[in-house]
């Protein structure tokens, strides 16, 4: 029987895995959706939901051209806009929920993006991924975005159990240092496109290798 893990045999083993990642991906924070404001990067995030940052980035490269104010989006035409971004998954929700969001934004914010969570989430189309990312990025508030490379690959190093992305956030705030919230998301996305990817993980070629318990025996 495999011997279980200490607590601190686990903090040693982070530690490693994030000196790794580091030295590997290095320490700036980067953001793969493109924007120029906190509201475009708001309107971004919406649409990136089931989608891949490529294909947002293509679409707003337009989008942000013709409505180039967070006032045009509130007052968009759905039909309008859901042809706008018909090439991205989910369009006519994304597109209800912009529009709403936006309203809000003009009408109870003055325009701003509000920093806090509660207010954050309880816009449309905006849950706690998304919040997140705009805590993060725009506020530099210490936040872990839980997406799918975050979630398949944390779980695989034995950093977090539960299924529920939410669990999981709250797991990797015990688990990891707050200076490193917000990279863990860059670092994880860059890795699992890469290396630790889904359906045909490159085990072989990993440098967390020696420290992840579910790595492929490869003899």
């Known amino acids: 029987m495999k011997k279980r893990e200490t607590k601190a045999e686990r903090a040693v083993r982070v530690q490693k895995v994030l000196e790794l990642l580091d030295l590997e991906y290095g320490t700036d924070y980067r953001c793969y959706l493109e924007y120029e404001t906190p509201w475009q990067l708001l309107i971004a995030v919406i649409l990136s939901a089931q989608c891949t940052d490529a294909r947002v980035n293509l679409v707003t490269?337009?989008?942000?051209?013709?409505?180039d104010t967070l006032e045009k989006f509130a007052a968009a035409d759905q039909e309008e806009l859901e042809?706008?971004?018909?090439s991205i998954g989910f369009y006519?929700?994304?597109a209800k929920n912009i529009i709403s969001c936006c309203r809000r934004l003009v009408t109870e914010y003055g325009g701003q993006v509000p920093p806090e969570m509660e207010e954050l989430t309880s816009?449309?189309?905006?849950?706690?991924k998304t919040a997140n990312v705009i805590r993060g990025n725009i506020y530099h508030m210490p936040s872990i975005v839980v997406d799918t490379h975050v979630k398949r690959i944390s779980r695989k190093l034995g950093f977090a159990k539960e299924e529920d992305p939410e669990k999981i956030e709250y797991e990797l705030m015990k688990v990891l240092p707050q200076d490193h919230w917000i990279l863990w998301n860059i670092h994880i996305i860059t890795l699992?496109?890469?290396?630790?990817?889904?359906?045909s993980p490159k085990c072989g070629q990993c440098f967390l290798r020696e420290y992840c318990p579910s790595r492929e025996d490869l003899g």
Not at 83 to 86: N, P, R, S, V
Not at 192 to 199: E, K, N, P, S, V
């Open 61 to 67: 490269r337009d989008l942000f051209q013709k409505y």
């Open 83 to 86: 042809k706008d971004i018909h």
């Open 92 to 94: 006519r929700m994304k």
């Open 123 to 128: 816009l449309a189309g905006v849950g706690r």
């Open 192 to 199: 699992g496109r890469t290396i630790c990817t889904a359906r």
